[in-house]
């Protein structure tokens, strides 16, 4: 499947909390910094659809905050409830400026979260 890269945000300019939510063409992508560096996901619990942007990141993984289902923020694994993995995007730095590749199809019911 092609994929199309976007930038998203300076490495320095990253938000302090760790955390940045954007859409890109028509996926809304979660992009966490950990201590092991920068990770980009789909942001979309797999249990029911809710928003992981709202969640807390502790100890590389991220928790959702409709039920408590947790996923490792590198891998994009369920490592907390029998969920299915969340799906991963590719992620880059070029010159200190982040970049994210996603499908360049918008993805369709079953990846989009449900809003609020």
Request: hydrophobic share 40%; aromatic share 6%.
């Amino acid at each position: 499947m092609e994929e199309v890269w976007h930038s998203i945000a300076s490495e320095s300019e990253f938000p302090e909390d760790g955390k940045l939510a954007v859409t890109l063409g028509g996926w809304s992508v979660l992009i966490v910094r950990t201590d092991d560096g920068f990770h980009a996901f789909n942001d979309r619990c797999t249990h029911q659809a809710a928003l992981l942007s709202s969640g807390r990141v502790r100890r590389g993984a991220i928790m959702c905050p409709l039920h408590g289902a947790r996923f490792d923020v590198a891998t994009g694994q369920c490592i907390g409830g029998a969920y299915a993995d969340l799906r991963t995007f590719p992620l880059r730095s070029e010159a200190g400026k982040l970049e994210v590749a996603v499908p360049a199809v918008p993805p369709g019911p079953q990846e989009r979260p449900v809003a609020g």
